[in-house]
């Protein structure tokens, strides 16, 4: 039995769960409104504010889409209501951030600065020059927008200039060394 998919989801105060025809849930909360079509072999069924999922059979692809399905439904649960945020770092000498409207600039050492406009649904908030917030309701599209800001300029291993994750731990290298 799948262990995440066994957990059955708690439904706080506040938040509506809808279950429509071939499984398309739709999660209300707070902080917005999320829709997914999730697979159709899974059942879903809500008692009181717990919602459980269930796997008809045990093949090998059931198995996997029943973790799966429990953990979708749930981070769209935890979205609407706290919603979800990543922490990026700005490293390096004269690497900064700003923000203008919608428009998060990034200046990274290229010959001209790099432009990103926040998606639908995701905001980035500048905490000095160096720390950006990104923040949205998806986890998906939260991830994502947080990668691309990334891949702007990854950290490199011998100065660690970049941009990082703040959780995240570059491997560092030695440099050259001198001739004796």
């Known amino acids: ?18 279950i429509a025809e071939n499984n398309k849930v739709t999660v209300k909360g707070p902080k917005g409104t999320m829709e997914r079509v999730l697979p159709s072999e899974m059942e879903l069924k809500i008692e009181g504010a717990e919602l459980t999922v269930s796997r008809p059979n045990d093949l090998k692809k059931m198995k996997s889409l029943h973790g799966l399905t429990r953990t979708l439904i749930h981070n769209m649960v935890v979205g609407v209501t706290d919603g979800f945020e990543k922490k990026l770092e700005v490293n390096g000498v004269g690497y ?10 990034l200046n990274l050492g290229y010959s001209h600065p790099v432009e990103m406009t926040d998606p639908e649904g995701i905001e980035t908030v500048l905490d000095g020059q160096n720390l950006i917030i990104v923040k949205g309701i998806d986890k998906e599209k939260v991830g994502q927008f947080a990668a691309e800001i990334r891949d702007k300029r990854r950290p490199e291993p011998y100065k660690g200039k970049g941009i990082k994750y703040v959780d995240e731990t570059i491997r560092r290298k030695v440099g050259k060394t001198g001739k004796k």
């Open 1 to 18: 039995m799948s262990r995440i998919g066994r957990m059955p989801i708690a439904i706080p105060a506040g938040v509506t769960v809808e």
């Open 96 to 105: 900064r951030a700003s923000k203008a409207g919608k428009v998060l600039t």
